[in-house]
């Protein structure tokens, strides 16, 4: 699908998407369950298909009504294959779910998924007395049970891993404890938490490096909120700081996503911003050069690069080296695809230079990854010229009305 962009004005309201990254947790946490939950306000993107369908495959009972859905999860099914979509954060959470209750699966997925690495979660589950392939992508087989232990993980890839483990580990028998060094994306990891915290289960935090797990918790049904996606809705942020002003709604400014931080990138730049109670508007104002560690929340790095493009001198991101293992080499394809459109990217170590400039008409390829289809879109704003997006369709993974949003905002 290509989607062709001309220069605009940005004048619009949007409620914000679900977050896809609170919803599938929510689901993991409800299959544990052995009474009703109810999720409102759900995300329904493919990534959240994804969770559903697995939560299904479980055994899980799942009602949808009106803006929300109930799963009852009474028992648990043995499967053998846990197929996850294109959704990493699926598999890494799922893995040791599945864990507790089948002898043995396989862990699979499709397109982009089997293109990135997933060597951190199967050197955990090998700590835990699990045989794994040995193996770095998908498919992979996954042997034995899941057991409590005290471990020590790497985290420089990333918190899923140590999300799901998080997850599985309050059902088994005895204690755990899981010691961390250079644990990335702290945010995510209080979300899990925070979420782990609605059904009933105590994890205890110590500064982010030692986690302890009691065993034999159990998982209590509850209602849940799903909070507005920061993440989704930043490239709209960063088209309204660049051509215009945006509202957007069912936000929460006290959330413990990790993409809430995009309200300091637009502080850096000089955005204006006006917060009114789940309400955030961001209007254009004179646009200035940043720097801005984005090692915690790398979901942000595309729309950050659409903004610097923007921005006069010369903007600094750290935290590239987190996006090696996305959905692309997100840090190469954001150089190169920028590159078409005047826009100079340099790749320093773990930084990322940008220089702000005119940007050009172009054709250019968001290679399936939707943070960059979206980022591509913000950068068509004050282009000279026609930018046509192909592969725009990807967008579905995580935001599947982001076109219909972008365009009613389009002037």
Excluded at 191 to 198: F, H, N, Q, R
Excluded at 270 to 276: L, M, Q, R, S
Excluded at 391 to 405: G, I, L, Q
């Amino acid at each position: 699908m290509q989607v062709k962009l001309k220069p605009c004005k940005i004048q619009g309201h949007v409620c914000a998407p679900s977050s896809k990254s609170m919803m599938i947790r929510a689901i993991a946490a409800a299959v544990l369950c052995t009474e009703k939950t109810t999720i409102k306000n759900f995300a329904d993107c493919n990534d959240t298909k994804a969770a559903i369908n697995i939560a299904k495959s479980l055994g899980a009972e799942i009602e949808t009504n009106k803006n929300e859905i109930q799963i009852i999860s009474k028992k648990i099914n043995k499967i053998t294959t846990l197929h996850c979509g294109e959704s990493a954060l699926c598999a890494r959470i799922f893995a040791p779910v599945v864990s507790l209750f089948s002898d043995e699966f396989e862990i699979s997925g499709e397109k982009s998924l089997l293109k990135r690495n997933i060597s951190d979660l199967l050197q955990a589950l090998n700590l835990l007395g699990l045989d794994c392939d040995d193996k770095k992508y998908l498919p992979v087989k996954i042997k034995g049970k899941i057991k409590s232990g005290k471990i020590k993980i790497d985290g420089n890839a990333g918190s899923q891993t140590l999300s799901g483990l998080l997850t599985a580990l309050p059902l088994c028998e005895n204690n755990s404890v899981i010691d961390v060094e250079n644990l990335k994306s702290k945010p995510y990891i209080d979300l899990t938490i925070s979420v782990l915290e609605k059904f009933g289960i105590k994890i205890i935090n110590e500064n982010y490096k030692r986690f302890f797990i009691a065993g034999n918790q159990k998982y209590k049904a509850c209602t849940i909120n799903i909070e507005g996606d920061w993440s989704g809705v930043s490239c709209l942020f960063a088209a309204a700081a660049i051509g215009g002003e945006i509202s957007v709604e069912n936000l929460n400014i006290k959330s413990k996503q990790a993409d809430v931080a995009m309200l300091d990138v637009l502080r850096l730049c000089g955005a204006d911003i006006n917060i009114e109670n789940d309400k955030i508007t961001v209007k254009k104002n004179q646009l200035r050069a940043f720097s801005f560690d984005a090692s915690d929340c790398p979901d942000l790095f595309a729309a950050i690069v659409a903004l610097a493009a923007n921005c006069n001198g010369r903007s600094i991101i750290k935290g590239a080296l987190r996006l090696k293992n996305k959905e692309s080499d997100r840090a190469k394809i954001l150089q190169q695809e920028f590159a078409k459109l005047n826009i100079k990217i340099e790749l320093k170590d773990d930084e990322m230079y940008i220089f702000g400039g005119n940007i050009n008409h172009a054709t250019v390829n968001s290679h399936n990854d939707h943070r960059i289809a979206m980022a591509l879109a913000v950068a068509s704003i004050n282009s000279n010229g026609s930018v046509i997006v192909e592969n725009a369709e990807c967008v579905a993974k995580s935001y599947p009305d982001f076109w219909e949003d972008f365009f009613n905002a389009s002037h």
